[in-house]
């Protein structure tokens, strides 16, 4: 199982809540050195960092803090070089901050305001995040992992793994926002694994449907019929388990995927095949 442990130190953005902090525990629980715990709740992010050494495996295993606002230019870069200072390299970035429309509403009620919002959190963020991380990525040594009986396996400068969605291939109603946004993901994921990969660094994306997060609650609130569609729609008749998503992440950033590059890994439970 050498292929499915880390090796290396990440920054998990959006790690207060949700995705980014099972994805954090998870890193820790796979041996990662250290982990940067970064969203704009502190007190939460601090508190779930504190939670992960109790998980660590690695046994020099760090956990860190920040309070970050991923729309903010200084603060992406503060988070950044508060990663690269304490860690000495950055090997591993999730980016798992994310909001939902404020309202669902048609196409032509759409709120120009949610609109920069959404697209700023969901969107912007990423570019700037990837951006940043980058370029510590390109300038650290390359590393490789020792993989027993498979032997010794390059693993190139670094990976990012970006919270897309499955609505990053399709539209819902009512959504134009945070579908547009979960589009946009792919495109900033694409270039960026275009223009890193001869420096050997990676970029992939997961598109989860729904997950059982606080935002699927809010989900369930404002579509009271979101358990049915899951049941009718869904092989397995639930929501994706923060757990699962935090897996997928995992095997991205491990030595298994060194030649994932520039792909989106969706988790939808086959709802895009077709309806059954
Ligand atoms: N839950 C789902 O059903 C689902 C499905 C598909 C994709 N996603 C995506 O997964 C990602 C994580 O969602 P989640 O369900 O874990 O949501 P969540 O609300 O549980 O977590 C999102 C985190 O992002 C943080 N955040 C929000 N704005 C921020 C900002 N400006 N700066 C820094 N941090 C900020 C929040 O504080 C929170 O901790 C999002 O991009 C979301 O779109 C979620």
């Known amino acids: 199982m050498a292929q499915f442990q880390l090796s290396g130190f990440a920054i998990i953005v959006g790690a207060a809540g949700g995705i980014g902090k099972e994805t954090a525990f998870t890193f820790a629980e796979a041996s990662a050195k250290g982990i940067l715990f970064a969203d704009i709740d502190h007190e939460a992010a601090a508190k779930a960092a504190e939670t992960s050494k109790g998980l660590a495996s690695c046994p020099t295993y760090r956990a860190l803090s920040v309070k970050a606002d991923v729309v903010d230019v200084a603060s992406v870069q503060a988070m950044v070089d508060l990663a690269a200072r304490e860690f000495g390299r950055i090997d591993y970035c999730v980016n ?21 919002r959404v697209l700023g959190i969901n969107t912007k963020s990423i570019f700037l995040v990837c951006r940043a991380v980058g370029k510590v990525m390109q300038a650290q040594e390359p590393t490789q992992a020792n993989l027993g009986r498979h032997g010794i396996r390059d693993l190139g400068r670094g990976c990012i793994v970006n919270i897309a969605s499955a609505m990053s291939l399709c539209a819902v109603p009512h959504k134009v926002p945070y579908v547009t946004s979960k589009h946009a993901v792919t495109g900033i994921t694409r270039s960026f694994a275009m223009d890193f990969k001869a420096a050997g660094i990676r970029c992939n994306q997961v598109g989860p449907t729904w997950v059982r997060t606080p935002m699927f609650e809010e ?34 950033c491990s030595p298994s995927a060194v030649y994932i590059n520039g792909t989106l890994l969706t988790m939808d439970s086959g709802i895009l095949v077709g309806p059954m």
């Open 219 to 252: 989900e369930c609130k404002r579509v009271p019929q979101t358990p049915q569609i899951l049941e009718q729609m869904c092989a397995v008749k639930r929501p994706i388990e923060p757990d699962e998503v935090a897996s997928a992440c995992l095997y991205l």
């Open 96 to 116: 798992a901050a994310g909001v939902d429309v404020a309202e669902y509403l048609p196409f032509q009620d759409t709120d120009p305001d949610d609109y920069d």
